[in-house]
């Protein structure tokens, strides 16, 4: 029982990291119907943006948060150019663009950090094993199940409560509607890229400081893709809930059975959701009429 608890604690850790990705993926589709296949790259890229900051002379709060605004303001401007003058071009074109995003920010990581794979954090934190319930959980698990949790709620809440937060899902659920109420929706499908970009750094950060920092992060994008489309492309909800069942799926697998299979497990159960329920599990089911 004790190896279950601390998988089941490591899985909802990993979970809530795949669920914030998931949000900016998300967030972006609903807004402009756009996959963004950058959103690894984006993981990557942030995370070693916080390696590099972390190593000044600055407390690691000032560090992040610096990081954060620097990430966020460059999300807002990748919207503003090259994506924008896309706006009345075919779907595919603009996907080609976020994969071109993801080819430049992974050519550029390999650049500046080809050296350093496999690193680590600068310690934040003393790590060390606390007993709950009889139960031995390291720290460092425990302040990213917290972390994850209160970041899932302060997205709930600002998308739920704060002004930004409503014209943004405005936008995202009709564009002209949302124009005719006085919200200007090209800001609002910016500030989607600009949040996106954060939870990415954010997520980056801290598998990468559970894991040590690679350029395999790029793969979280995917399993990040895979817990949108098991929770549904147009809820937020549903990215967090596929997020936290990727991630305890993930985990038991690689704690029972094997590590290979728990590389294979994201897009098994996005399969099988998809079979039976095209349009994820809190999905909206479209209806056309003719």
Do not use: C
Not at 21 to 40: C, D, M, R, Y
Not at 54 to 81: K, S
Not at 240 to 262: C, P, R, S
């Amino acid at each position: 029982m004790i190896t279950f608890f601390q998988l089941l604690i490591s899985g909802l850790s990993v979970g809530f990291i795949y669920g914030l990705i998931a949000v900016g993926f998300v967030l972006i589709f609903k807004s402009s119907q756009i996959f963004n296949f950058a959103q690894g790259e984006m993981v990557m890229f942030g995370a070693f943006l916080v390696w590099v900051f972390l190593n000044y002379d600055i407390p690691p709060v000032v560090a992040i948060i610096l990081v954060l605004m620097i990430v966020g303001a460059a999300g807002y401007l990748l919207e503003r150019f090259p994506l924008r003058p896309m706006i009345g071009q075919p779907i595919f074109a603009t996907i080609m663009i976020t994969m071109g995003i993801g080819v430049f920010l992974k050519g550029l990581a390999l650049l500046l950090w080809s050296r350093h794979i496999g690193i680590q954090y600068p310690s934040v934190i003393t790590e060390k094993t606390i007993n709950i319930l009889g139960v031995p959980l390291s720290n460092v698990t425990i302040g990213v199940f917290v972390f994850g949790l209160v970041m899932v709620i302060i997205l709930g809440l600002f998308f739920n409560y704060s002004r930004t937060g409503l014209h943004m899902r405005a936008a995202a659920e009709n564009h002209q509607l949302a124009q005719s109420m006085g919200i200007k929706v090209t800001r609002a499908i910016a500030q989607s890229w600009a949040i996106a970009a954060i939870v990415a750094t954010i997520g980056g950060f801290l598998l990468g400081y559970m894991r040590g920092i690679d350029f395999g992060l790029i793969e979280i994008g995917l399993i990040a893709i895979a817990a949108a489309l098991v929770g549904g492309l147009e809820s937020f909800k549903g990215a967090v809930v596929g997020g936290l069942i990727i991630g305890v799926a993930q985990t038991f697998t690689g704690g029972y059975v094997g590590y290979g299979l728990k590389e294979v497990v994201p897009f098994l159960i996005m399969v099988l959701v998809l079979i039976f329920k095209p349009y994820g599990l809190f999905g909206l089911v479209k209806i056309e009429r003719v």
